[in-house]
């Protein structure tokens, strides 16, 4: 598929193209390619290489993006393309996020077919995912718009780091985001992830107060680096001064990977304590992920303290919940996004080939 045009970019000093989704704002000459490396100039214009191309398709537990307050249960079909405008040194996905073979990796399809096999597979919702959608902004976009055709719904899972006027009109197709929320010093987004973090307060600001989208946030705890009782007690009264106590906290736990094999994995002693320093602050909803707690994964009411969803490695037990989300045993109204019945798609994740499908 050929290179798609886009919209977000001008002409600067010495006759370069800047690129305007994301703060990087990379200036580049003709035949450049921007940090991401999908999006480049190309006959004086910023076009995007990857539309419709993917690095693969998934059909995943919702609760591994992880959400675990929108539709818990049910699945969703998660792919991504390649290429990342953050460069972060402990990337989880590097071996995506840092691709530059997407013409031999690819995994091609177009939005009309990407909807009607989550359609098949009876998939609730569809998620951008394994490296950031705001790279690939464009593409996102005409997959959300094919799925509200169909009643499927929209998932984000991003790290927000996305300038205002693209931000608006991207997360207006979205109906639920994770945001990874990667440290909360600015020292630690530019040593460990070459950006900066008021951009991405601001992405949740801007989705908790002036948009419909159900909104998560995780983030990574790494040994030395974020992980300081000091800093995640910042960040969780920060998310509770501006985003409310109710919006889902998830601390996951780090392996080592890419460029810090050097660093020990995150302990689940320092998992569970992040956990009760975000509730001591006042957060009602946080888990941690990564690995197995039962305890720390499952849904509390904040009312009468009773488990209302209960899960175990992403198999939910528990569903105490009305279709409307309040708990069966006092009426507290839980926020989400919810059904009557819990999903049963479990722990299952499903690998799909969309070239042995058509339209």
């Not at 100039?41 to 537990?61: A, M, W």
């Amino acid at each position: 598929m050929a290179a798609l045009p886009t919209k977000y970019w001008h002409f600067v000093e010495n006759h370069k193209i800047q690129c305007d989704v994301c703060p990087r704002e990379c200036k580049l000459n003709e035949g450049q390619r921007g940090l991401c490396y999908v999006r480049g100039r190309e006959n004086n214009q910023i076009v995007l290489h990857t539309y419709g191309k993917s690095s693969g398709f998934c059909i995943d537990p919702i609760e591994k993006k992880p959400l675990n307050h929108f539709f818990p249960g049910t699945s969703v079909l998660s792919f991504g393309t390649a290429g990342c405008n953050l460069i972060c040194q402990f990337c989880q996905n590097w071996s995506i996020s840092k691709s530059r073979e997407m013409d031999i990796l690819s995994d091609e399809a177009n939005p009309e077919l990407i909807v009607k096999v989550a359609k098949k597979f009876n998939c609730k919702s569809i998620a951008f995912t394994y490296n950031d959608p705001v790279i690939f902004f464009e593409y996102a976009i005409d997959v959300a718009k094919e799925c509200h055709k169909y009643d499927l719904y929209t998932v984000a899972v991003t790290a927000g780091y996305i300038k205002s006027e693209p931000r608006e009109e991207f997360f207006s197709y979205i109906d639920a985001a994770n945001v990874d929320l990667k440290g909360f010093t600015e020292n630690f987004y530019k040593k460990n992830c070459g950006g900066h973090l008021q951009p991405v307060l601001d992405t949740l600001l801007f989705l908790k107060k002036h948009t419909n989208v159900w909104l998560e946030i995780t983030t990574l705890l790494i040994p030395e680096e974020n992980d300081s009782d000091h800093e995640i007690k910042k960040e969780c009264e920060w998310i509770l001064d501006n985003l409310g106590d109710e919006v889902p906290l998830h601390f996951t736990a780090f392996h080592p990977d890419f460029r810090m094999r050097n660093k020990y994995p995150t302990s689940h002693y320092t998992l569970k304590k992040a956990r009760k320093i975000a509730m001591d602050v006042g957060l009602k909803f946080v888990y941690v992920g990564n690995v197995y707690d039962e305890e720390s994964e499952s849904t509390y009411c904040p009312k009468c303290k009773k488990k209302i969803i209960g899960r175990n490695w992403y198999v939910l037990s528990d569903y105490q919940l009305t279709e409307d989300g309040k708990c069966k045993f006092c009426g507290y109204q839980i926020q989400g996004r919810f059904d009557k019945t819990k999903g049963n798609w479990g722990s299952k994740r499903v690998p799909v080939r969309l070239k042995n499908f058509s339209l």
